[in-house]
């Protein structure tokens, strides 16, 4: 895991100082935007935020205010601010401001699969469906080539599938950890856990 101080110099370079958030001047904290899954570059999942932004993003209900600018900076083409938009206005959904802006959002959706990935099924989740991804948070949809990272005992069907296999045209199932999918023309259903999207 790498520092999230480390990262301040290349946020730095993309937003030339100001506040990701709210615009202000001499910003330079660093507000991770998790989950930073393997491969991915840490400072696109980080956005530079200052000392205020920071304070409220710990605690959005109580810094509504501090937060109006995500009015403007929602609209960011930067994805990691996005995300933290998406997830802040959603803690904000209280404010008629904030819940109107995020139902006007658009997201790509491997960016709301993002957004949506630390959002939680606790109080207050309005039961928003959750993506399906693999083992390494890349999302999955019908029809997927996935392989399996890991040898898989298939109960009941006396086999072993190996790691490294490739299942072709997988299905995604109401359970977004599981799929269902075929391998030595069995129907099986697997954990996206133990799988990474074929390319
Ligand atoms: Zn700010």
């Known amino acids: 895991m790498t520092n999230p101080s480390d990262l301040l110099p290349d946020l730095l370079t993309r937003a030339g100082s100001a506040c990701e958030l709210c615009a202000a001047q001499d910003a330079a904290q660093v507000y991770v935007v998790g989950p930073v899954p393997a491969g991915v570059a840490a400072a696109d999942r980080a956005i530079l935020v200052c000392e205020a932004c920071q304070e409220a993003a710990a605690d959005p209900a109580a810094h509504a205010a501090q937060l109006r600018g995500?009015?403007?900076?929602a609209w960011s083409e930067v994805p990691a601010v996005q995300v933290a938009a998406y997830r802040l206005l959603h803690?904000?959904?209280g404010e008629t401001w904030a819940a109107d802006l995020r139902e006007q959002l658009y997201l790509d959706d491997e960016t709301l699969a993002w957004a949506q990935a630390e959002l939680g099924t606790g109080a207050g989740?309005?039961?928003v469906a959750?993506?399906?991804?693999?083992?390494n948070g890349t999302v999955l949809?019908?029809?997927d080539s996935v392989t399996l990272i890991k040898d898989l005992d298939v109960k009941g069907a006396g086999f072993t599938a190996k790691?490294?296999?490739l299942v072709k045209n997988i299905r995604l199932t109401d359970d977004p950890e599981l799929i269902d999918a075929r391998v030595?023309?069995?129907a099986?259903?697997?954990k996206t856990c133990f799988l990474k999207k074929a390319t």
């Open 188 to 190: 099986i259903v697997l």
């Open 184 to 186: 030595n023309k069995i």
């Open 130 to 135: 959750r993506a399906t991804v693999d083992s």
């Open 70 to 73: 995500l009015q403007q900076s």
């Open 91 to 93: 803690a904000l959904s």
């Open 163 to 165: 790691r490294g296999t």
């Open 141 to 143: 949809v019908d029809g």
């Open 125 to 127: 989740s309005e039961g």
